[in-house]
């Protein structure tokens, strides 16, 4: 599969009664960053927003949706996502560390899975919405490992195994990634191709992009009046803290900081 070809675009367009919507991404949630988990957990539970997305990674990791029948960390974040799904929608889109998130933790939680990409119409305006990975193009073998665990017969074989051998691959996996951190980023890691990113706004008939992924939250101007934004990651435990929303309304996109 050629990584440059233009996606399936989705379409979901916002009710007119909704006014503010809240995007956030890469929270990497997982069990010893409580910090992390808790001030996620007080958001969810304290937004005033139409609407809220969740642009990927919202786990460091996802072994399936089985996982929550056992009592853990991942049950307590259902119980988080169910919370406010039952007060405000809420859009979840795969990150390129919980892709097998399914339609039973959705089920679960009342969240809606969200393709990607997603074209949102909303405040008279298109955003195109994705979680970014797939704009990454240089980093050429992180995109075959892509379309590897992206496979529907990869997904099923894995999925088959036991839960037990499914976290202890988890917990590998979580190891080698902490092991490439020490050993400096790949200078193609996170690199968006911008005129990649532009083809697909054309393709969307939308101007601005909301994305993910990358970690180096800012505002990239593509030329011919397309933007794309970068959502924060979230990091409780940095120096300083990084907790940070993305709000839109009618007047247009704001960062707030929560931390």
């Not at 991404?25 to 808790?38: V, Y």
């Not at 049950?75 to 859009?91: G, H, I, N, S």
């Not at 990454?136 to 995109?143: A, E, F, H, I, N």
Request: net charge negative.
């Amino acid at each position: 599969m050629d990584p440059t070809a233009l996606p399936r675009i989705a379409e979901l367009a916002a009710p007119a009664a909704w006014q503010s919507i809240e995007f956030i991404s890469d929270l990497h949630l997982q069990a010893s960053e409580p910090r992390t988990f808790d001030a996620w957990r007080r958001f969810m539970a304290s937004s005033r927003a139409d609407a809220l997305f969740i642009l990927g990674d919202l786990f460091e990791v996802w072994v399936g949706d089985d996982v929550v029948d056992e009592p853990g960390f991942a049950a307590d974040c259902a119980a988080v996502l169910q919370a406010a799904a039952k007060r405000l929608p809420v859009f979840v889109m795969h990150g390129n560390r919980d892709f097998l998130m399914g339609d039973g933790l959705m089920r679960t939680c009342g969240a809606t899975l969200l393709e990607d990409p997603t074209v949102f119409t909303f405040g008279g305006a298109r955003w195109l919405l994705t979680h970014g990975d797939a704009l990454c193009v240089s980093d050429t073998k992180y995109m075959q490992f892509r379309a590897q665990v992206r496979d529907a017969a990869y997904q099923r074989a894995f999925l088959a195994k036991p839960l037990a051998e499914r976290l202890a691959i988890g917990r590998a996996m979580r190891a080698e990634s902490e092991s490439r951190k020490g050993a400096g980023p790949s200078p193609d890691y996170g690199t968006v191709d911008d005129t990649l990113a532009a083809q697909w706004l054309e393709a969307a008939d939308a101007r601005t992009m909301i994305h993910g992924h990358t970690h180096q939250p800012r505002e990239h101007d593509l030329g011919r009046g397309l933007t794309r934004i970068v959502l924060a990651d979230w990091d409780l435990a940095a120096t300083p803290p990084r907790c940070e929303v993305l709000r839109v309304d009618v007047w247009g996109a704001q960062r707030v900081t929560l931390a």
